[in-house]
């Protein structure tokens, strides 16, 4: 898996949840289709309207995060910072993209077309989180300039060597050591390991 084939899972799936925040702090989700994407470039586009509230949003530089869930029970999470494509590429891109969905004309036959106007997201973090496996498997990229956050739990050195976090892990993802260690690939990032230790060993990154 990496950040091009995920890319290229959204836009089989088309229809995604994008989560942004309001003028007032917020969160506001809606279901937006990915209309078209760049997968060797790390681009991601789509367009909305200019009187919505969703284009203001866009614009307002508090970021932007969009998620699906394949048939296949693998998520693919997106998180990071929009940018509207210039003015004078507008027309073309919007002309490019009722191209490869056609449905488009339907909702904005003619001329009304040019309402829209498309946004890219090519800066962000990328998230895989396969449901179907077991024990399941997560990874993160990035797209972009974008620095990578950490995520889940880790061992620290005061680890006792108890056990009671691997007996516990509902994933089997901790493995013996000194200290004992996750394998984040597989990390359910649940905390249960967290509530277990008796040592207070175990903590949350980032």
């Known amino acids: 898996m990496d950040a091009k084939t995920c890319i290229e899972k959204l836009r089989e799936a088309r ?3 994008m989560a942004t925040v309001d003028a007032d702090g917020a969160p506001q989700v809606r279901i937006i ?24 949003e866009l614009q307002g530089g508090r970021g932007l995060a969009m998620t699906v869930l394949t ?15 210039p003015a004078a590429l507008q ?34 973090e990328v998230e895989y989180f396969d449901l179907g496996k077991h024990p399941v498997f997560r990874e993160t990229y990035t797209i972009g300039q974008w620095a990578r956050r950490e995520k889940g739990y880790r061992i620290t050195d005061a680890c006792v060597q108890c056990g009671r976090c691997a007996g516990c892990c509902p994933q089997g993802c901790i493995e013996p050591g000194t200290p004992y ?4 690939a597989h990390c359910l990032h649940c ?14 990154l980032g």
Request: glycine share 8%; proline share 9%; net charge negative.
């Open 15 to 17: 229809s995604v949840a």
């Open 33 to 56: 289709d990915v209309m078209h994407v760049e997968p060797a470039r790390g681009e991601i586009y789509f367009v909305t309207a200019r009187g919505k509230a969703f284009y203001r």
């Open 71 to 85: 048939p296949a029970w693998e998520m693919v999470r997106v998180a990071g910072m929009p940018r509207r494509v």
């Open 91 to 124: 027309k073309e891109w919007v002309d490019r993209i009722f191209e490869e969905n056609p449905s488009m004309d339907g909702v904005y036959p003619g001329q009304a077309r040019y309402i829209l106007e498309a946004f890219c997201v090519d800066r962000a």
């Open 181 to 184: 260690r996750i394998i984040p």
């Open 191 to 204: 905390g249960y390991c967290a509530e277990q230790c008796p040592a207070g060993a175990v903590e949350p």
